[in-house]
């Protein structure tokens, strides 16, 4: 099996439409898995809250890598975790998707999103530019990546706090408070 280049550049969600301030993005929990027939997963929870007195409504952009180092986007679903009768999801293409987040004056909402990317090369990455686009930091990044367990990890972005092995799948995880960093991290 090739070794994996793992270049994770946490958090991305870049903004479709103009800024709010009203609007904070402040905390993702994500898993990436890179499974034995080079599929690339990654499922998240992406926490939003409402700073302001109104409903906001407003739609954003998610982006996915873009290189010839990746295949096409086999898989995208978007969920408000609150409310399964809603679909976010506006639009979607290879660069990325549109999706509509919706929150109550003064509340809090978690969406869920996940997609399947096929990798034609020995690294994966996940981009992290969000924090630099909202101009304010995450209260928490929670993160985990899980491999076959006959994969070598050249490099990963941060230093984690826990590795193990399960059921024949490696496993490294951790905690980090994210900056507001000013290009790709690496």
């Given at each position: 099996m090739p070794r994996y280049f793992i270049l994770l550049c946490l958090v991305f969600l870049v903004i479709f439409a103009l800024f709010s301030?009203?609007?904070?993005?402040?905390?993702?929990d994500i898993v990436f898995e890179i499974s034995e027939n080079s599929i690339f997963s990654v499922s998240g929870d992406y926490y939003f809250r409402n700073n302001s007195a109104k409903h906001i409504k407003q739609l954003l952009f998610y982006p996915f890598p873009l290189d010839t180092l990746y295949g096409k986007i086999i898989q995208i679903?978007?969920?408000d975790t609150l409310d399964s009768t809603k679909n976010p999801?506006?639009?979607f293409n290879q660069k990325g998707a549109s999706f509509?987040?919706?929150?109550?004056?003064?509340g809090a909402k978690i969406y869920h999103i996940f997609y399947q990317q096929k990798i034609k090369s020995n690294q994966a990455e996940y981009i992290l530019l969000t924090t630099h686009n909202w101009k304010e930091s995450f209260e928490v990044v929670n993160y985990q990546l899980i491999t076959p367990e006959t994969m070598d990890i050249i490099f990963f972005s941060y230093e984690p706090?826990?590795?193990?092995?399960?059921n024949s799948?490696?496993?490294?995880?951790?905690?980090?408070?994210?900056?507001?960093?000013?290009?790709?991290?690496s």
């Amino acid at each position: 099996m090739p070794r994996y280049f793992i270049l994770l550049c946490l958090v991305f969600l870049v903004i479709f439409a103009l800024f709010s301030k009203d609007l904070s993005f402040f905390q993702e929990d994500i898993v990436f898995e890179i499974s034995e027939n080079s599929i690339f997963s990654v499922s998240g929870d992406y926490y939003f809250r409402n700073n302001s007195a109104k409903h906001i409504k407003q739609l954003l952009f998610y982006p996915f890598p873009l290189d010839t180092l990746y295949g096409k986007i086999i898989q995208i679903k978007i969920e408000d975790t609150l409310d399964s009768t809603k679909n976010p999801l506006i639009r979607f293409n290879q660069k990325g998707a549109s999706f509509l987040v919706e929150i109550p004056p003064k509340g809090a909402k978690i969406y869920h999103i996940f997609y399947q990317q096929k990798i034609k090369s020995n690294q994966a990455e996940y981009i992290l530019l969000t924090t630099h686009n909202w101009k304010e930091s995450f209260e928490v990044v929670n993160y985990q990546l899980i491999t076959p367990e006959t994969m070598d990890i050249i490099f990963f972005s941060y230093e984690p706090d826990n590795f193990g092995i399960f059921n024949s799948k490696k496993s490294i995880s951790g905690t980090k408070r994210i900056s507001c960093p000013t290009e790709i991290l690496s």
